[in-house]
């Protein structure tokens, strides 16, 4: 269990270039848990494991979709922990913004924008090595709560919601330069 993920997650981390030197500093803490095997990936690894998430952004780039969360009552990126059926880590990120946002056809850029660790209360107080991605929304998107979240909402890139979770905001540029880079361009 979590055979395939792990050799996805430290692939993709070996051979991602980061996006600032915080994220660098996050992928070499990460590919060191990473080294202590599958185990890593599992919610109940004391020391800390692996989860995904991803900035959803509206069709046009112009708008963030984040979630208020029922636990801890800020704004935040979608995403959580990974599980037995995932196979990479881009995968579980576009499983849990799906599965988080109740829109289908979701598009996730696999390469990642960020990696943060931060601390939780899983397993009495562990950490998460967040690797999150930029996803796209189809056109006319309508977001559906789900039972993780107080509210579902869209916001200008530049204009996020308070109180915003530690890390959401330096989620914006990576996922813009994502976009830029991997949206179909527009006729004029």
Request: aromatic letters at 4%; one cysteine or more; hydrophobic letters at 40%.
């Amino acid at each position: 269990m979590f055979e395939a993920l792990h050799t996805d997650a430290t692939a993709l981390l070996t051979r991602w270039q980061p996006t600032s030197p915080a994220a660098a500093t996050a992928r070499d803490r990460t590919l060191a848990l990473l080294s202590a095997g599958p185990v890593a990936l599992r919610r109940e690894h004391r020391p800390g494991h692996v989860t995904a998430s991803a900035l959803v952004l509206a069709a046009d780039g112009e708008r963030v979709l984040l979630c208020l969360h029922g636990k801890f009552a800020k704004w935040v990126q979608l995403g959580g922990h990974c599980e037995p059926t995932d196979t990479t880590l881009a995968g579980a990120a576009l499983r849990e913004a799906t599965e988080e946002s109740g829109i289908a056809g979701l598009r996730i850029d696999p390469e990642p924008i960020d990696i943060d660790i931060h601390p939780v209360s899983c397993q009495g107080g562990s950490l998460h090595y967040d690797v999150r991605f930029a996803v796209t929304a189809p056109a006319g998107a309508v977001e559906q709560l789900s039972e993780e979240s107080i509210a579902l909402g869209w916001f200008p890139a530049d204009e996020l919601p308070a109180p915003l979770a530690g890390g959401t905001e330096q989620l914006v540029e990576p996922a813009l330069a994502s976009f830029r880079r991997t949206s179909p361009r527009r006729a004029t």
